[in-house]
């Protein structure tokens, strides 16, 4: 037998037993009261309040509480009403919650937790539990009664489209549509004729008639949900379903609802029905916390294949002092720098920058290492390297790229050639002159133009000199007010740093861009940043 036929037999016997008037011993119920219930039973207003004591007239039908609740039987139902209000203090509590944790991690694709945390609010507040805290006039909770629950459905019907989607022929979508009418209406007339039940019976037409529309898609949709998840909510519906079919068909006196027991075991539908959605909350959070551990391990692996990949040792050369800092914005980076060491006079230092973040960018990154070792026959001749790089890259990145800065250095002769590739300008620290240069190549982006050109620029260097590569994550840092640090922060800083090492130099500025930022490390970090300073030595 199918699944579906199994669940259609299923509902079809839960709606015989409770069209059967629910054939068990029509003992008092656990929960009294109308509370719980999509509807109010057959109400009728009198000019007052219900008298109390032994017997007395309980026919005092527009309260929205059992006689019980005001002294009749109370031996007999003292104690399901306690555990009515434990049960809608319970609902009213969660319901809470859910809603302030829906606020706080918001989402406006997704509205699954915050309908729920108002469908259980406002479950629990339809209980006894509301007069039993607040000690207002009885005529305020006859509309507090029958206001919520003309909004309950709704609340229902939202939660439903985001399990099942918009239903077949966006059936979902068009009760949704038809309930936030009715509920508008039925509040409004409520109001102005002063009789807060007056719609009563439309609201339970409206509740079965929505039962049986959503009975198909429940059984024949599967909406965002696994299978396994699908039929345990499929089974707690069912059950729901059941108790609010039978306690509205009650409503209209179409059946034998024993007193009040209609109404009374409706909450343990909803009950079953919250099991069912807590069972799937803490399967899906179990299934989050496993993928969770999965990424975070293969993020680990992926760190250290960049860590690699970035240059392991530092640099050492009689004539240059050379610092490097690199501080990703996440675990991976799109930031790259490599060396092309020739001897202890000469060296080609590139920086790279890929667009994106993370492991797609990290990515690109070992493909730009890999290309860049292929370079070191032209390590001595910037303009080649960038255009061997580009060509490449060119029809392997897609719509991503990579700015690249490579700088060469001949102690020897005291000669710099310096080319860009849609890089930040290299910026030079004259110790001899007390001054501050600039240079910028405007060379296109690296990956996405295969005939692209670069041409270099040939720098003098003297001793005393600092030379700054970077990436446009050290100067685009933002503050909290979402201003930038900016290229004249950056020079300022150099300037005030000349005297320093260049491993003081790097660490000083990148503290000076984290305080910035807000000082709280990479939780501010608007982009990855790489800096390396090069001082020319006596």
Known sequence: MSVSKRYMLISAAAVLMLLNGLAFDPTPSLFGGVGFAFEVGPLHETDG?????????????????????FGENIPNNIRREVLEIAVGGLLVILGTVLILIALWRWRSDDYSLISFGVLCFLYGARTTFPPFIFDLDWRFWEYW?????????????????????????????LLIYAQTLFSLTAIILGLVFRSPFMAMPANNIMVIVASLVLMPN???????????????????FIVLGGFVVHANLVGFNLM????????????????????????????????????LATISQEMETARQIQSFILPQDAIEMAALDICARHVPMAAVAGDFYDFAVLDQNRIGILVADVSGHGVPASLIGAMVKIAFAAQKPHSAEPAKVLAGLNTTLCGKLDSDFVSAAYCFIDTE????????????????????????????????????????EYAPIHLDIMPGDRIVLYTDGIFEAMNPKGVM??????????????????????????????????????????????????????
């Open 218 to 236: 429940i059984f024949f949709l599967s909406g965002k949900q696994s299978r396994r998840e699908s039929h345990v909510l499929r089974f707690g």
């Open 485 to 538: 640090f900016g290229s004249e922060r950056l020079k300022t800083a150099i300037c005030a740093c000349r005297d320093m090492t260049a491993a003081e130099f790097a660490d000083s500025l990148l503290k000076q861009i984290s305080e910035w930022s807000g000082g709280k490390g990479k939780e501010n970090q608007d982009d990855d940043q790489t800096l390396l300073a090069i001082d020319i030595k006596q």
């Open 413 to 452: 002769t005291k000669k710099a050639i310096y080319a860009g590739a849609g890089h930040p300008p290299l910026i030079i620290w004259r110790g001899q002159e007390n001054n501050l240069y600039e240079y910028c190549q405007k060379g296109m982006i690296l990956g996405q133009y295969e005939k692209a």
């Open 145 to 173: 009664a029958a206001f919520v629950t003309y909004l309950v459905p709704f609340s229902g019907w939202v939660f439903m489209e985001q399990i099942l989607g918009k239903g077949w022929k966006s059936s979902i979508r």
């Open 256 to 291: 034998h609802g024993h007193g009040r027991l209609g109404q009374s075991w409706e909450p343990i539908g909803f009950l079953v029905l919250t099991a069912c959605l807590g069972y799937i909350v803490v399967r899906r959070f179990l299934r989050f916390e496993k993928d």
């Open 49 to 69: 309040p219900p008298t109390v004591g032994p017997g007395a007239d309980s026919g005092f039908k527009s309260n929205p509480y059992p006689p019980s609740l």
